[in-house]
């Protein structure tokens, strides 16, 4: 499925089921807090943190959920997520197509210990 595919996805599945999109400060709301579900499933499977009894672990779903509403968001305030993504890479690579390359904290650390200080 491309963005697009997905973003008119999601548009016809407020439409059927969904009655209407949640407003656009709910739905930041409802985006926050599936940032938050995602993290503590990161802090718990990669972290130092162990997973509760009954806790869900699949970041697969948690993921999704986040790019469900990111995908809402995007659709009630009209926004194209493939130029929008398409945009991002091309900054990005205006940008950083030698910074991080060149970032001595992004080598290995035998590089960093045998480099020199400025």
């Given amino acids: 499925m491309t963005i697009q595919?997905?973003?008119e996805r999601v548009d016809q599945w407020i439409k059927t089921y969904g009655v209407r999109y949640f407003n656009e400060l709910t739905n930041m709301a409802c985006l926050t807090?599936?940032?938050g579900e995602l993290a503590r499933v990161i802090a718990r499977k990669y972290g130092e943190q162990s997973f509760k009894a009954g806790e869900k672990h699949d970041l697969s779903e948690e993921m999704?959920?986040?790019l469900w509403v990111l995908i809402c968001l995007a659709n009630q305030t009209g926004v194209d997520l493939t130029k929008a993504?398409?945009?991002s890479f091309e900054k990005k690579?205006?940008?950083d197509k030698d910074r991080h390359r060149n970032n001595i904290k992004l080598q290995g650390q035998e590089?960093?210990?045998n480099r020199e200080p400025h």
């Fill in 93 to 95: 690579t205006l940008r």
């Fill in 111 to 113: 590089t960093v210990k």
């Fill in 85 to 87: 993504l398409e945009a």
């Fill in 64 to 66: 999704a959920d986040v």
């Fill in 5 to 7: 595919e997905a973003q």
């Fill in 33 to 35: 807090e599936e940032v």
